[in-house]
């Protein structure tokens, strides 16, 4: 185990104990590995009926709550379910992380909750710490209850709960669905020649993306200090939905506008124009900051899904 993690117990040493929920989505994957890396347990809390079983025979040192309905087109079709999962979710592992406590009289737990930068919606950019959220779905919406509910718990019972407001991220694990996969799903199968059309909605929305790997390390960090706080996590570089083409395309030299099919099925009822982070606070309290830019990111995403279309076409 790495030096991070650990804490000598009668000269025994004994590894921090991380509990996820969403393990199985693309952030959680990465954190997981990450946290795996420093010398952590790490366990996966699915099952919402009996979280408070789940933390007292785990007895974890920090929660880290993943899980969602992340999809925000997917939101406005099942915003009941999107509420339940998202808003509802977080108020039941907060009551349960407060409830766990107080019965074992165990000293504090360290929550982690992970908010959206969909929550400033139609707040025009940079967004802060202290920018007012204007959120634009039920998903939003959700986050936004979410993030209150943190709040609450940490003002209300002293817990040690923070926001993660992360901009943002993309990777090759990003669910195929999300603008930035789906681009480089159809970069790599149009490459092949598995696919010749890729249809898509509002290409002037613009966003700050980053790297899953390198926000998954801002939410670890903002559980290792003295005291809980809220923080933004970006890249600070917004790019249009069409610059992501322009880059995804150039790099096998392919010309976006050849495959592109604009669909009113992917417009949204409420769409969210422009992100574009300020991560000053997080950069100067935490020291983070991103290691692949927006380019290294594209590059990174078309090169795997070329190689799995070049798989998918053997099969
Ligand atoms: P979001 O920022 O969490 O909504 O992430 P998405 O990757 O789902 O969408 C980013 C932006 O791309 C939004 O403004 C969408 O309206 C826009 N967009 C344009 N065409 C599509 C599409 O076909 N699918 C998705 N998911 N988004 C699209």
Redesign the pocket.
Known sequence: PGSDSTTPVNGEIKPKIALITGITGQDGSYLTEFLLDKGYEVHDLSDASSLRRWLDTINPDEVYNLAAQ????VSFEIPDYTADVVATGALRLLEAVRSHIAATGRSQIKYYQAG???MFGSTPPPQSETTPFHPR?P?AASKCAAHWYTVNYREAYGLYACNGILF?H?SPR?GE??????ITRAVGRIKVGLQNKL?????Q???DWGFAGDYVEAMWMMLQQEKPDDYVVATEESHT?EEFLEVAFGYVGLNWKDHVVI?K????PA???N?KGDSSKTRKVLGWKPKVGFEQLVKMMVEEDIDLAKREKVL
Do not use: I
């Open positions: 992340s999809h925000v087109a959206s930068s969909e779905s998903y943002n993309e990003r669905n999300f603008v930035t996969r789906k249809f898509l909605g509002n290409l929305a613009s966003r939905v669909d099925r992917y417009f949204r769409e969210v124009d992100l």
